[in-house]
């Protein structure tokens, strides 16, 4: 079959054209036919860090978490799927997982489900990793209907899909931005963009909370925003976050009696802990969609499978606007 592979780590390494074997099912696995993958931020991290990151394969390296494609075998006691059919999931890339930038992957199906009947592969592609963190984030926050929620990094690959998702469960929703395309990005979920670049915390809090501040905080950016997370957040809130691997001070968190919630989605896969859950929720999120509810964001360019580097580069450029696609 053929595959992009990295045969090094770094800065400049580059992915290269290869001929693998074929893979076959084994017990509770498919063999699935990948049609497309996307590029998330961690995917960057390991083509850059390598073993720095310690759950990054070893070389050679097929990468790629994301996946929609097609079962062309099942393997022994697999139940709930045919050949045939149409899937997605994120199920590889790292560890001992090969990725999806292959022509043919084996993947557990405990996390994948059915694809979204209403959207295209490419857009069922865009969403498990990020879709999955969303959903799982904003269900352990507890987000209900009438309650006011803020997404820092609305326009964000897991961004735009908690402000959409938090309004399908019901809250009023809020969103940072840094501009006016991406302004328009979420007033078109039918959320209140605010541009951080503009307005203070206090200046938002101020005008959208009566100084309360917000039931749920969702930082999709981390680092030193979380600072700013912690003060837009209300008495005793929810803040969630999928970025904290820093120092900080949580003096304000205390002070606020506020409750922190870390999602880091791939211990399923690195863990083989619970992975039934991850194919429980895109279940869950291929309803939401076909409801009309969910609506995958994705980046103009479009990339062919040789063109993997690319679209790497494109990402971690940071001109990127919702996710990036490549059709294999």
Known sequence: MKAMILNTYGETAAFEAADLPTPTAKAGHVVIKVAATSVNTVDTMIRIMGSDLPLSPALPAVLGMDF?????????????????????GCAGGLADLQGAL????????????LKPKSISMRKAAAL?????????????A????????????????????????AKHFGADVYATISGEKTAQI????????????????EDYVAAHTNG????????????ANMANSFAAAALNAQVVTTSSMLEVDL???????????????????LHNYKRDVHGDILAKLAAIIDAGDLK?????????????????????????????????
């Open 142 to 165: 507890g987000v209900k209907s009438g309650q006011k929620v803020l997404v820092q990094g609305g326009a964000g690959g897991v961004g735009h899909v908690a402000v959409q998702l």
């Open 212 to 223: 309360a501040g917000f039931d749920v905080v969702y930082d999709t950016v981390g680092g």
């Open 186 to 201: 979420i007033k078109g979920y039918g959320a209140v963009p605010i541009n951080y670049r503009s307005e203070t915390v």
């Open 128 to 140: 498990p990793l990020v879709a999955i963190t969303a959903y799982e984030g904003l269900v352990r």
């Open 102 to 113: 292959a022509e043919f992957m084996v993947v557990d199906t405990q996390l994948i489900a």
């Open 68 to 88: 929609a494609g097609t079962i062309t075998q099942l393997g022994d006691g697999v139940t709930g799927f045919a050949i045939g059919d149409e899937v997605y």
């Open 296 to 328: 995958p964001l994705l980046d103009d360019q479009a990339f062919g499978f040789a063109e993997v580097g690319n679209a790497y580069a494109h990402l971690s450029s940071g001109k990127a606007v919702g996710k990036v696609v490549v059709d294999v």
């Open 251 to 269: 003096s304000t968190a205390h002070f606020k009696g506020l409750s922190l919630h870390v999602v880091f989605m791939l211990i399923p896969m």
